[in-house]
């Protein structure tokens, strides 16, 4: 599979993990073999990617807490006044 099939086979596989993805405005800037070197984005969809990153990174700092379950989690906020 040549680069560009493979970069339009990576990107179909996205969309249907993710459907609704929006398609990004993503540019390339290469070098003189035509090889990709960085990514132009704007400037939006860097910051929605930082904070996914962020995201997955108090996930993954959270990951061995102990967790509460739905019915808990109503309990407590009916309690507080919050539900």
Same mark, same amino acid.
């Given at each position: 599979?040549?680069? /560009?099939?493979?970069?339009v086979? *990576?990107?179909?596989?996205? $969309? /249907?993990r *993710?459907?609704?993805?929006?398609?990004?405005?993503?540019?390339?800037? +290469? =070098?003189?073999?035509?090889? %990709?070197?960085? +990514? +132009? &984005?704007?400037? %939006?969809?860097?910051? !929605?990617? #930082? $904070? =996914? @990153?962020? =995201? @997955?990174? +108090?996930?993954a $700092? /959270?990951r061995?807490?102990?967790?509460?379950?739905? !019915?808990? #989690?109503? %309990? /407590? #906020?009916? $309690? =507080?006044? @919050? &539900?």
């Open positions: 599979m040549n680069p /560009r099939t493979q970069a086979h *990576r990107t179909w596989a996205l $969309e /249907r *993710r459907p609704g993805l929006k398609k990004s405005q993503e540019q390339y800037i +290469v =070098d003189e073999n035509g090889r %990709k070197t960085a +990514v +132009v &984005l704007p400037v %939006k969809e860097y910051q !929605e990617l #930082l $904070e =996914d @990153l962020h =995201d @997955l990174a +108090v996930i $700092e /959270r061995d807490e102990p967790t509460t379950s739905f !019915e808990e #989690l109503k %309990k /407590r #906020l009916k $309690e =507080d006044g @919050l &539900l």
